[in-house]
């Protein structure tokens, strides 16, 4: 048994769908969640900036007493974990691996979309993995720069024209390709699911990262005996935490999140 906690971070709040899985599936665990809400989101930002973010969020975390951390954020774990992982002193685990290895087994003709912000898809990480294991498959990517604000905005409801109408334009070309395998390459797409289903179709499974970077990470560390809690830390407006959060989780918030000045680590 291992009673320390584990590490979450992501660029804003879309890290709390991975936070909601492991919830599910780890409730003796204690989670220390930070959501850089002050600078999201990542994927608009240089190679180099997302590196410097990347080492003062995990420098915080390191803070509390840590087993491990979970880079919830497409974006870091793309373009910044391999490196940074090599700085610290517990294991850190992203989620690009863990979607690409589902997406593999979950295909059946071989096309797979993937969608993310644009520092993921100009990484190319997503086609790197998928084709390590098949160089035949057929890996369709696109960026979807909207999706992020207008999640954190709680624009994410069937039925509201703006997002359906984005959802139409930027995966109309995915959904003519073919795919039958559809890689959520940003913890914050989990709660279009329900908009992007309805678009891309019954014969298109949907595999979304955070959830199951949460269910790798479970098989990875030494279990807590519990009792298990959550703290959460953002950057900037703690005071409209609680609503924001409910929506990513799925169950209410009674603690406001602690403010973080994170340009000090």
Request: proline share 5%; charged share 25%; aromatic share 6%.
């Amino acid at each position: 048994m291992d009673n320390r906690a584990i590490g979450v971070f992501d660029s804003g709040l879309g890290g709390l769908t991975a936070v909601r899985r492991m919830h599910e599936i780890m409730p003796n665990e204690t989670i220390i969640y930070f959501g850089d809400t002050g600078r999201v989101p990542y994927g608009t930002r240089g190679r180099d900036t997302i590196i410097k973010y990347t080492r003062q969020d995990v420098k915080f975390l390191l803070g509390h007493d840590l087993k491990a951390i979970l880079v919830a954020c497409n974006t870091v774990s793309a373009v910044a974990l391999d490196l940074v992982n090599a700085e610290v002193p517990v294991p850190m685990f992203g989620v690009v691996e863990p979607a690409a290895e589902r997406a593999v087994r979950t295909t059946k003709n071989g096309k797979i979309g993937v969608i993310g912000t644009a520092a993921t898809i100009r990484s190319g990480v997503y086609e790197r993995r998928l084709h390590k294991a098949d160089p035949a498959f057929e890996v369709s990517a696109q960026v979807c720069p909207l999706f992020v604000p207008l999640v954190e905005n709680g624009r994410v409801k069937r039925g509201d024209v703006v997002i359906e109408t984005v959802v139409r334009e930027y995966l109309t070309p995915l959904r003519d390709k073919g795919v039958d395998t559809l890689i959520l390459g940003c913890t914050h797409y989990p709660l279009l699911r329900e908009v992007i289903g309805d678009f891309m179709g019954d014969g298109v499974t949907l595999i979304d990262s955070g959830a199951i970077a949460a269910e790798t990470l479970k098989t990875a560390v030494n279990p807590a005996e519990g009792p298990g809690g959550t703290r959460y830390f953002v950057s900037d407006d703690p005071t409209s935490f609680a609503q924001l959060a409910s929506l990513f989780l799925q169950e209410d918030v009674a603690d406001q999140a602690g403010l973080v000045e994170i340009s000090a680590y």
